[in-house]
């Protein structure tokens, strides 16, 4: 790799200007002479630095060597202070060097070897700008070697002169040390019931390939109190610093310590846990000592993890049975440039991974219980063309992006938030709207395998690669109850080469088989669904209908017909979801495709919300703006409605609307046994497209309810803008009484919600 007879190989002397660029100059060569080797003419001016540096093409050679040396012919008159620094960049900037004095010629011969694997790799790089010291990793991804050189620090010599690089190779390991864990630990030690844990492991591994869960199998057998024994793997980790207050999301995140590998585990059931942790990594294997820990319950019941509801088809149910409804928004990133179009005059800001922290905060005030987040190119991503620090292609899963989904989902946990981890957006596979197929890893033309967007349905290469990377995902994120499903794809009927791809058999197919898949290997069998763009109008039964899907995803987006439409695409939602039997998510919602007006915009949070709620949606419809509910502090329609529905079991409700009579006024209902549940708004208002409109006061408005049976009955009349109760009332129904009962509502703007209940039998005289 160092043949210097013919040309540089790209080396060149580099110098540093004032405006931190750099400027280069190219080396000539010494041809070789009688004994006198050639080589890389090396110019040295003391005092001063002189760098040279060669770009670096990494094959198999790199990542098999042991050592990297040096040869350099060196002139006697060379200063014995003389330093030389060994120095590497990475692909993602990181800098890493070795600065040592430069040794005594023998016959005017230098060898300077530097450890490129093992543990004297790890000990002996000084990280510049980074605490990451050299890994497994670092030689796959070098961009640039070189070396400089300088006087010692205080030292005056001068010399003019040059030394010749005369070879620079790769050397073979010396015998390689056993595999052996070097240390773990976990937390915590005695757990409570649905409380993550992890074991962090310490390798003297140096894994071939670190992210494959199959080669690099750690692996816990953890035997639970009821006996069956659970499998949980083991992933490959690196630690970051995080800076709070730097928003972009390439510099947030400062590399630090040594990679590790963490397994992540879930107790369900209280008791003792007998765990025995395994290794086979490249041929070598340990076992550790059996370890136990018990599990314990906590004050607040553990619910369990989240289901389909086995007997109520549009609804989710934890474990233990309580009824799950998700009240939510979709913040798939953390910012959106189309909201800047929407609203031009904003001063919101994208404030990167803090925002999450921020948002969670006021989502966990309000009762916002559920976001969901994106692993797209710009956000989350596992793969990716190596745009940004971590991407490296297919198969090298980046450790910033997941490093910062763990500190949303640990942030989601401190919050009782539970997340939809969406783990393909349609662009990256598409060719129509969004398309990302000219910057995809996977793209043949960017050293990928796939000559066409659409063979990732059909590749095997694909398709193992997508079970690779579902592994890591379940591995590193499915032990949190706060993962509430997986999604396989944002609109995926925008996949593909054009707008009816998706109903080509392979697409069903793909997902029949990684939903499946993911299911197997899921331990906690978390829910899965993919989704369609638009409408539930674009969904196509051969996806919708299999049984490896747990639900469906769509948009309410209208192409005409404004609000109206919106309301008429969550009913009749509701109807195309009863028929197929699976909850139907909309899980994106607010305007067209192109938005509206923001006048609109701010009339559909409620809308969509107090509609979904009153149409047997187990997921609340997820608004699209998530900015402008931020921005125009839009949080108390949710915690109008978050406390509206605490503690209110919809599951066998009847639902019906319909118009007042006389009034522009539409009546939702909920009917059970024992309670009625309504929520009236106001059409003039809400269905206008004027901007600006103000709601008008209504007066006098009279409901008449079903017949109810014999008894007494608590009136709660509340308002939506404080999200507070603000009348209560008895209403009596005797015996023999045939007319329906009529309720008189105090005045409303826009809109008002109420419960009938019957009220509480009487203790027995003397109970308290």
């Given at each position: 790799m160092g043949d210097f007879s013919r040309d540089a190989s790209g080396w060149v002397s580099r110098s540093w200007l004032a405006d931190g660029s750099a400027k280069t100059e190219p080396l000539s060569v010494r041809a070789a002479a009688g004994d006198a080797p050639g080589g890389l003419i090396m110019p040295l001016q003391f005092p001063g630095k002189q760098e040279f540096v060669t770009p670096v093409v990494v094959g198999d050679g790199w990542l098999d060597a042991g050592h990297l040396e040096f040869v350099f012919a060196v002139p006697q008159s060379l200063p014995e202070t003389a330093m030389i620094t060994i120095f590497t960049k990475d692909a993602d900037h990181l800098w890493r060097q070795q600065r040592r004095r430069f040794p005594a010629p023998q016959d005017g011969v230098v060898r300077v070897s530097v450890p490129i694997r093992g543990r004297e790799a790890v000990a002996s790089w000084e990280s510049l700008g980074h605490q990451r010291p050299w890994t497994a990793l670092t030689a796959r991804l070098l961009s640039e070697v070189g070396c400089s050189f300088e006087p010692d620090t205080g030292a005056s010599d001068t010399f003019?002169?040059?030394?010749?690089?005369?070879?620079?190779?790769?050397?073979?390991?010396?015998?390689?040390?056993p595999?052996?864990?070097?240390?773990?630990?976990?937390?915590?030690?005695?757990?409570?019931?649905?409380?993550?844990?992890?074991?962090?492991?310490?390798?003297?591994?140096?894994?071939?390939?670190?992210?494959?869960?199959?080669?690099?199998r750690i692996v816990a057998e953890i035997?639970?109190?009821?006996?069956?024994?659970?499998?949980?793997?083991?992933?490959?980790?690196?630690?970051?610093?995080?800076?709070?207050?730097e928003w972009d999301k390439t510099k947030c995140l400062t590399p630090s310590g040594e990679p590790s590998f963490k397994i992540r585990y879930c107790p369900r059931g209280p008791g003792e846990y007998s765990v025995r942790i395994s290794g086979d990594i490249d041929g070598e294997t340990f076992k550790l000592p059996e370890m136990r820990f018990h599990a314990r319950e906590s004050a607040e019941p553990y619910r369990g993890f989240v289901r389909r509801d086995p007997d109520f088809d549009q609804f989710f149910v934890h474990d233990d049975g309580t009824p799950f409804w998700g009240l939510g928004i979709n913040v798939r990133s953390p910012f959106?440039?189309?909201?800047?179009?929407?609203?031009?005059?904003?001063?919101?800001?994208?404030?990167?991974?803090?925002?999450?922290?921020?948002?969670?905060?006021?989502?966990?005030?309000?009762?916002?219980?559920?976001?969901?987040?994106?692993?797209?190119?710009?956000?989350?991503?596992?793969?990716?063309?190596?745009?940004?620090?971590?991407?490296?292609?297919?198969?090298?899963?980046n450790q910033y992006r997941a490093w910062m989904l763990d500190h949303i989902l640990r942030l989601a946990e401190e919050n009782d938030i539970y997340l939809i981890i969406v783990l393909n957006n349609h662009g990256k596979f598409g060719m129509t709207y969004d398309t990302e197929w000219a910057r995809n890893p996977y793209n043949k033309e960017l050293g990928g395998f796939l000559d066409k967007c659409e063979d990732y349905f059909t590749d095997e290469r694909a398709r193992a690669?997508?079970?690779q990377t579902a592994d890591y995902i379940l591995a590193r994120w499915s032990a949190s109850p706060n993962v509430f499903s997986w999604k396989l794809f944002t609109e995926v009927d925008l996949t593909g080469p054009s707008l009816s791809f998706y109903l080509d058999p392979s697409v069903a197919a793909w997902h029949r088989e990684m939903g499946a898949y993911m299911k197997e290997q899921d331990l906690y069998k978390h829910p899965i669904n993919t989704h369609w763009m638009l409408s539930y109008h674009r969904i196509n039964d051969a996806i919708a209908t299999l049984p490896e899907l747990d639900a469906m995803a769509t948009d309410a987006y209208y192409s005409g017909g404004g609000t109206a439409q919106l309301i008429n695409l969550l009913r009749s939602g509701r109807v195309f979801a009863k028929e197929r039997k699976k909850p139907l998510l909309i899980t994106e919602y607010g305007g067209s495709s192109y938005a509206d007006s923001m006048g609109n915009l701010m009339?559909?949070?409620?809308?969509?919300?107090?509609?979904?709620?009153?149409?047997?949606?187990?997921?609340?419809?997820?608004?699209?703006?998530?900015?402008?509910?931020?921005?125009?502090?839009l949080y108390y329609e949710y915690r109008a409605l978050s406390r509206f529905g605490k503690d209110e079991d919809r599951r066998g409700l009847e639902c019906r609307n319909y118009d007042l009579s006389g009034l522009p006024i539409n009546v939702n209902e909920l009917r059970g046994k024992d309670r009625l549940l309504y929520w009236l708004f106001d059409t003039e208002y809400y269905l206008s497209d004027l901007e600006n409109v103000v709601p008008a006061r209504r007066e006098n408005v009279v409901l008449e309810l079903p017949r109810l049976d014999v008894?007494?009955?608590?009136?709660?009349?509340?308002?939506?803008?404080?999200?507070?109760?603000?009348?209560?009332?008895?209403?009596?129904?005797?015996?023999?009484?045939?007319?329906?009962?009529?309720?008189?509502?105090?005045?409303?703007?826009?809109?008002?919600?109420?419960?009938?209940?019957?009220?509480?039998?009487?203790?027995?005289?003397?109970?308290?």
């Amino acid at each position: 790799m160092g043949d210097f007879s013919r040309d540089a190989s790209g080396w060149v002397s580099r110098s540093w200007l004032a405006d931190g660029s750099a400027k280069t100059e190219p080396l000539s060569v010494r041809a070789a002479a009688g004994d006198a080797p050639g080589g890389l003419i090396m110019p040295l001016q003391f005092p001063g630095k002189q760098e040279f540096v060669t770009p670096v093409v990494v094959g198999d050679g790199w990542l098999d060597a042991g050592h990297l040396e040096f040869v350099f012919a060196v002139p006697q008159s060379l200063p014995e202070t003389a330093m030389i620094t060994i120095f590497t960049k990475d692909a993602d900037h990181l800098w890493r060097q070795q600065r040592r004095r430069f040794p005594a010629p023998q016959d005017g011969v230098v060898r300077v070897s530097v450890p490129i694997r093992g543990r004297e790799a790890v000990a002996s790089w000084e990280s510049l700008g980074h605490q990451r010291p050299w890994t497994a990793l670092t030689a796959r991804l070098l961009s640039e070697v070189g070396c400089s050189f300088e006087p010692d620090t205080g030292a005056s010599d001068t010399f003019s002169g040059e030394v010749v690089l005369t070879a620079m190779r790769l050397l073979p390991p010396q015998a390689l040390a056993p595999l052996r864990v070097l240390g773990m630990n976990y937390e915590p030690r005695s757990p409570l019931l649905g409380e993550r844990m992890e074991w962090t492991l310490r390798l003297s591994a140096w894994p071939a390939a670190p992210f494959a869960l199959k080669r690099t199998r750690i692996v816990a057998e953890i035997t639970p109190p009821h006996g069956q024994v659970e499998l949980a793997y083991g992933f490959y980790y690196e630690d970051f610093l995080y800076d709070r207050e730097e928003w972009d999301k390439t510099k947030c995140l400062t590399p630090s310590g040594e990679p590790s590998f963490k397994i992540r585990y879930c107790p369900r059931g209280p008791g003792e846990y007998s765990v025995r942790i395994s290794g086979d990594i490249d041929g070598e294997t340990f076992k550790l000592p059996e370890m136990r820990f018990h599990a314990r319950e906590s004050a607040e019941p553990y619910r369990g993890f989240v289901r389909r509801d086995p007997d109520f088809d549009q609804f989710f149910v934890h474990d233990d049975g309580t009824p799950f409804w998700g009240l939510g928004i979709n913040v798939r990133s953390p910012f959106d440039n189309r909201y800047q179009q929407v609203a031009p005059y904003s001063q919101w800001q994208d404030q990167g991974l803090a925002a999450y922290e921020r948002l969670f905060r006021k989502y966990r005030e309000n009762g916002i219980n559920l976001v969901e987040v994106w692993m797209c190119s710009w956000w989350l991503a596992l793969e990716w063309i190596n745009d940004a620090p971590g991407f490296h292609g297919v198969g090298h899963y980046n450790q910033y992006r997941a490093w910062m989904l763990d500190h949303i989902l640990r942030l989601a946990e401190e919050n009782d938030i539970y997340l939809i981890i969406v783990l393909n957006n349609h662009g990256k596979f598409g060719m129509t709207y969004d398309t990302e197929w000219a910057r995809n890893p996977y793209n043949k033309e960017l050293g990928g395998f796939l000559d066409k967007c659409e063979d990732y349905f059909t590749d095997e290469r694909a398709r193992a690669a997508f079970k690779q990377t579902a592994d890591y995902i379940l591995a590193r994120w499915s032990a949190s109850p706060n993962v509430f499903s997986w999604k396989l794809f944002t609109e995926v009927d925008l996949t593909g080469p054009s707008l009816s791809f998706y109903l080509d058999p392979s697409v069903a197919a793909w997902h029949r088989e990684m939903g499946a898949y993911m299911k197997e290997q899921d331990l906690y069998k978390h829910p899965i669904n993919t989704h369609w763009m638009l409408s539930y109008h674009r969904i196509n039964d051969a996806i919708a209908t299999l049984p490896e899907l747990d639900a469906m995803a769509t948009d309410a987006y209208y192409s005409g017909g404004g609000t109206a439409q919106l309301i008429n695409l969550l009913r009749s939602g509701r109807v195309f979801a009863k028929e197929r039997k699976k909850p139907l998510l909309i899980t994106e919602y607010g305007g067209s495709s192109y938005a509206d007006s923001m006048g609109n915009l701010m009339k559909q949070v409620s809308i969509g919300l107090w509609t979904g709620f009153f149409n047997e949606a187990g997921v609340i419809p997820m608004y699209w703006w998530f900015a402008l509910v931020d921005d125009k502090d839009l949080y108390y329609e949710y915690r109008a409605l978050s406390r509206f529905g605490k503690d209110e079991d919809r599951r066998g409700l009847e639902c019906r609307n319909y118009d007042l009579s006389g009034l522009p006024i539409n009546v939702n209902e909920l009917r059970g046994k024992d309670r009625l549940l309504y929520w009236l708004f106001d059409t003039e208002y809400y269905l206008s497209d004027l901007e600006n409109v103000v709601p008008a006061r209504r007066e006098n408005v009279v409901l008449e309810l079903p017949r109810l049976d014999v008894g007494d009955y608590q009136v709660e009349i509340r308002d939506l803008q404080r999200g507070e109760v603000c009348e209560e009332r008895t209403l009596a129904v005797v015996s023999g009484e045939e007319e329906r009962q009529r309720l008189s509502l105090p005045p409303f703007a826009a809109h008002v919600a109420l419960k009938i209940k019957a009220a509480p039998l009487p203790l027995p005289d003397g109970g308290q």
